[in-house]
Structures are given as C-alpha cells and as structure tokens.
C-alpha cells in the first residue's frame, strides 16, 4: 500500500467564545485527509485529523516540509513489517531536517498528520481507533465508554449568574456529572461568586473545575488560589503562564486541591520539565498535552511512558480537545478522561452525532477509525477535502 | 507616519552543511520589509530584517495574522509620543488573539518583523541601529567596535584534518581570534583529534568553543564533557536538547570551563527556566537567544534584563545569528560578543562589504539602520521586495 496523497484545508471557527485572556474571533484549523490507495467499497481508505482548537492553521508548514517528505520516502520509511501505515517511522520522516527545540512551529503540523494516519491505519485494519491504541499501548484493555466532563463557562457580554447556572443546568440534564467554567475574566469577587452559584447547581466542589487559561500574574494566582482552596475544587487549571514552573511550585506548595496544566506544552522535554520542576504532585495534579498539537498519538504514548517512570498514573491524564480524537486516545489509552465542547466551536465542537452521555460516561463507538463519519458536520468538511 | 505595507518572502538559502544534527538542504529563510509613507531621497524608508539562520521561512502566519493586524490597526497603537513608530505598542497588537505558550510558532516570524520596524525607526531618526540600541538598553554608550568570532568548523565529505586547520587559518588572518568548531559528528576519539587539531592552530584553549547542536543524549555529553574539560575550551555549546535543563544541571555539576546554550530558546520563560534549573553558573556560562527568531529586540531587551536580576553580566550573552542584526544588536546593548559565518548560508552569511575585523573586533558602521544596504548581495533581495 502507499500514502498517494495529503491534501490540508484551513477552516475558520467562526467562534464568538472568549476566555480570561484571548478570544476566539480570528481562530483557524487545519483539517488534514491522508488519502491511501486501500480501497473499500470502491472508495479509498483516508484518515482524517484537524488540528484541535486555539491554534492557529498550519498548512503552510505541512506543504512545505511535512507532506513532501512523506510523499517522497521510500516505502520501507513509512510501512510496518505486515506493510501497513507505521505512524512512528513517518513521524521520523516528518522530522527530517527540523532542527532541536522550537517545537510548536511544526508539532501541530506533525501531530495533525500523525493523527490522520492513526485514523487510516485503524481504518485498514477495520476497528475503532480507541481499540487498536488499547492493543498498541495498554495491554488490551479495552474499554466501552470514557468519563467525559464538559468544558464550559465561558464569558459572553451580558451574561448573568442565571445564564451560567442554566448553561450548567443544560450539562446535567444531558447526562454529564462534572463541569469546568471560566475564572479570571472578572474581577476575584465576582468570579468567586459566579464559582458559588455553579456549585448550588453541581452540588460538590468535586464535580466543579476552574480554568483561568494563563491569565494571572504571581500575585492573582496566589490570590485566586487562596480564594478558591476552600471549595476543594475538581481542579485549577492554568493559573499562569505554561511555562512559569516556579510559579506552579509555589502555587502547589500550598493550594491542596488539584491542579491541571500542559494544554499549552508541546513536547516531551517540555512536559518533563513540568513534572521535574513544577512542583506537580504525581497521585494528584491533572496533566492535559493535547495530542495532535504536540506531534500525535506514538509521541503522546511516549509522554504517557515517560510520566510513569516520574511515579505518575494514567488516572491523573485529560488529553486536552474535547473532541473524537482525544475521546479515543483517553479510552485506548487509559486515561482519567476526556474534555467535551457540547454546541461551541461550530463544526469542530462534539462528538458523533449519536454520542450519549449516561452519569457521566460516554459511549464508545465501533466505527473503523477515530469515527469522523458519523459526526455529519465535520466530516462533510473532511470529505469533500479527500474528494470522496 | 504610517506603516503603508509589510512584504515578506522566502528564500532558499542554498546550503550544503550539514553539523552533527541535521543538514541545511531544504533550509529557509523569509525577508521581511516594512514600507513606511516616510520619504527621504524620493524614496519611502523601509525597515528589513530576515529570520536568522536554522528556522525555516515563515510567511504564512505573518500574512495570515501578524501583518493583517498591523495594517489595520490604528495609529495610536503603533506610534510612540513622538509619531514615530514604537516596536513594543507594535509587538503587542501583533500579539493579540495569540494563545499563552507555542513560541515558536509565531516568535520567529514576530521577530523578523518586530527587528525590521526597527530597522526602519533607526533610518527615520537617522542613525545606525547600534546607536538607537545604546541609547535606549545601555544608557548611552555607544561602541566603536564589536568582538565577533567566527562560527566555522562544519563537517562535509572527504573533509581531512588538513582542511580544517586551512580553513581555521584562513579565519585567524582575516582578523579573528576566536573560533567555534562542529563536534558530534564524529565518534569522540575522532572529535577529539580535530580538536587538537584546530587547538595547534588557534594556541590556546579560550581561542577555541566547540558546538554539538544538541546532538547528544546523556551519555554521550557527559563523554563529551570529561573529555573536553581538560582543553578549558571557551566554551562547550549545546551538548544535548535545549529543553533538557535537568541534564545541563548535571553537566554543569562537573565541567569546569563554560558551557553555552539557548540559540533554541524562544520566549522569555524558557530563558528565565534555563538560568533557574539548568544550573547555568550567571560569572561564567554562555547565553545566546536569536532575537530575530525570539519576538525581536524589544523583548531581548527585557531578556537581559531578567538575566540581570538572575545576576547574569552582559558580557556572558551573545546573541546567535551571525549576521548584521546581531552585530547590532551586541554593540548597542554592550554583550560579549557576535558570531560570524564568513562564506557560508549564502547571501544571508557575513556583513556589509566593508566590514573589517582587526585583532578580534569588527568595527561599526555609521550607515542609518541595520545597515543592509552595504550587504549588496543581501540588499538585492531587500530591495527587490520593497519595490525601491
């Protein structure tokens, strides 16, 4: 078999969100189809990706260096022993000629194609994607749904605290048991109030977390994680910069409950500087690299390895996403869960259009692949990219 | 004043080296020129800039974001009191709707442009960059000449001992006395004999540094090191990833001369996390960030002045580049020194046509700007771009 072709479209969000620190109104992705001379039902097999959300497209990237040296290597560089789709080998071809460091400039180009060929192969093989990385990567343990909670709380002009507790209301009914909401966009004692009235809502802080996506400075973030330690939160994520270990090992020097970083980590050195020098604790904190942006699945199966060696359990892993793809890799992998997006980030927010939640868990599907084809919206984008 | 345009466009750089990672064949880089409605001579002044060496073009995020932004952005928020243009208001509506975290994707390309505005604010006043640097990061002190050491011993085939002590030579009598040397490439006891070998040519131990380009893993660096302690080099640069602080900490431990590192470092918390857990010794150890690659020289700026904080001298920094914005950028902010590539990366390699090294110094030119118009080859590309 070969790869004939991998074609990149740049798709707008048209999203209106916005957060503590940036919105959204700009944003773009990438969605990927790697399209292989594998047929079925007269059709062939394409594996599809696109880029998770709150980075930018980077299909110049992929047509200039990524897809031109996969599409130039010679078989043996890109096939397994059995001449399927080798995701690892073709992740050492994408890396040909890429100096050290400076990663987030092309793992999210790598990762998107790295997990469009995940989707293929599984395809090739005939079952769900969540199944094979649980043959490949976790001793075959294959689970039927993954906890899922929803990433929501978003701020939007003129929301009231009634609009939250409805929205939050909304995830209840439709069958999830945790949520997350946004702090940092107001001033403390308003988001320590908007933090009240969701908990009248969930009931636990437990089934609460809080995200302030970078926002704060070191005296906000002690600040916020004073105000916000008594309510024995799910978790605190993103208090400050990504990057800012010292501050994160200050923070987890005194703040009990969890707390939840690395959407905003792109690769491994970079997360093992994290758990060497953030001050995370390994049976606690919550670690979130989102696969496709930080060079895909066999890399995210290496940081899985490389955060157990440092004592830490598949239990405290959330792939960043909330999206199908990070549903399969927390089902096949293992992991803690998965992050939900329900009726945001137009066409790229949600799962399959038949997805149920039941207490909080959701559903696995038996589709081939990541199950792209039965998300309509989404895969009408992905199917006229591939030309089926 | 305005800003009436911003171009860019990639050039192959044409370059068969290759260090001991990775080789330069499909290597990249984007001319930058920024087109202001200021006249002198007839002609608009225009501010140019390239993205250094060892990053590939990145023309892409700035038409789809960076340059967009600028274009449509008010006056208020890209003018300092004076009319003129300001690179930090500049910067920050560059930044807008950027996500914390992922420097890489967008600092080089960020850069590139942020050192063009400067380029074209030092022409407006008319003056060279050195002199709008020093008045503004040194307090005025403004030098008449650089240090500068040549970034030589590349690896190609057939190479012998004999070429590379010609090639050395060839550096000491056009006015250097410092050289750097590829090592890595080779196996150690090989390595090690053109160290010697270059060692006989240059004399003494702190005329020579030797560059791994992040070759290696643990056990080769700590090989590396015990073997190259004893030659008390100037100094040992990027034994192993960038990101890996923990193993330069190790090394760091043991190895008495300098090391060096952080030409693949892209944002100020990377640096700040360098001198704080890599163990990094402020009197002695080596710092070398790329500013055009790393949001430009507004925030190299403010990266000295962390390292200050940190206790770190100006004279432990030189900034990666080889190239005029370095030499620039090192004369006007009093660091130790600029790299030189005298020959090599093509028409993006060396310095104006009469540039001058005596006993170690390169002297400055008075040219207003960067001063890329006495690069005739280099100025060709720029001056194509702008249309002049």
């Not at 009634?162 to 048991?177: I, N, S």
């Not at 359990?313 to 549903?327: A, E, K, T």
Request: aromatic share 10%.
């Amino acid at each position: 078999m070969r790869i004939v072709d991998i074609r990149e479209t740049a798709i707008p969000l048209k999203s209106q969100l916005a957060n503590s620190s940036f919105d959204f109104s700009e944003m773009t992705t990438s969605v990927v189809a790697v399209i292989t001379d594998v047929m079925r039902d007269g059709k062939p097999v394409c594996g599809f990706a696109f880029n998770s959300t709150g980075r930018y497209a980077c299909g110049a990237q992929m047509r200039a260096r990524f897809i031109p040296r996969i599409l130039a290597a010679a078989p043996d560089n890109l096939l397994d022993g059995a001449g399927n789709l080798d995701p690892d080998k073709i992740l050492g071809v994408m890396m040909r000629r890429e100096k050290a460091g400076g990663h987030s400039e092309r793992s999210v180009g790598i990762g998107t194609i790295e997990v469009a060929v995940w989707d293929a192969l599984a395809k090739i093989l005939d079952k769900p994607l969540h199944r094979l990385l649980a043959e490949r990567f976790n001793g075959g343990k294959v689970p039927e749904k993954v906890f899922c909670y929803v990433g929501g709380g978003w701020y939007f002009p003129g929301q009231t605290i009634k609009d939250l507790q409805d929205e939050m209301r909304r995830h209840l009914d439709a069958g999830y048991t945790m949520v997350k909401m946004k702090v940092g966009g107001l001033p403390l004692a308003q988001d320590i109030k908007r933090v009240e009235a969701v908990l009248q809502v969930v009931g636990k802080g437990e089934r609460l977390a809080v995200d302030a996506n970078c926002k704060f400075e070191r005296d906000d973030a002690l600040a916020y994680a004073k105000a916000l330690a008594p309510f024995k939160l799910r978790w605190f994520e993103e208090p400050s910069d990504p990057l800012d270990y010292a501050l994160m090992a200050e923070l987890a020097g005194f703040y009990e409950p969890a707390l939840a970083t690395g959407e905003n980590l792109f690769s491994i050195p970079d997360v093992e500087n994290l758990v060497r020098f953030g001050g995370l604790r390994a049976g606690r904190d919550i670690i979130q690299i989102d696969p496709p942006q930080a060079y895909g699945i066999a890399t995210y199966a290496r940081t899985v390895a490389m955060l157990e060696r440092h004592g830490w359990s598949r239990r405290q892993l959330f792939p960043h996403g909330g999206n199908q793809m990070s549903l399969a890799i927390a089902a096949g992998l293992g992991l803690g869960g998965a992050e939900s997006y329900p009726g945001v980030f137009g066409d790229f927010g949600g799962f399959a259009d038949d997805a149920r939640v039941t207490d909080g868990y959701m559903a696995l599907s038996e589709r081939p692949g990541i199950g792209f084809e039965g998300h309509s919206r989404l895969y009408r984008i992905m199917r006229d990219l591939a030309g089926l």
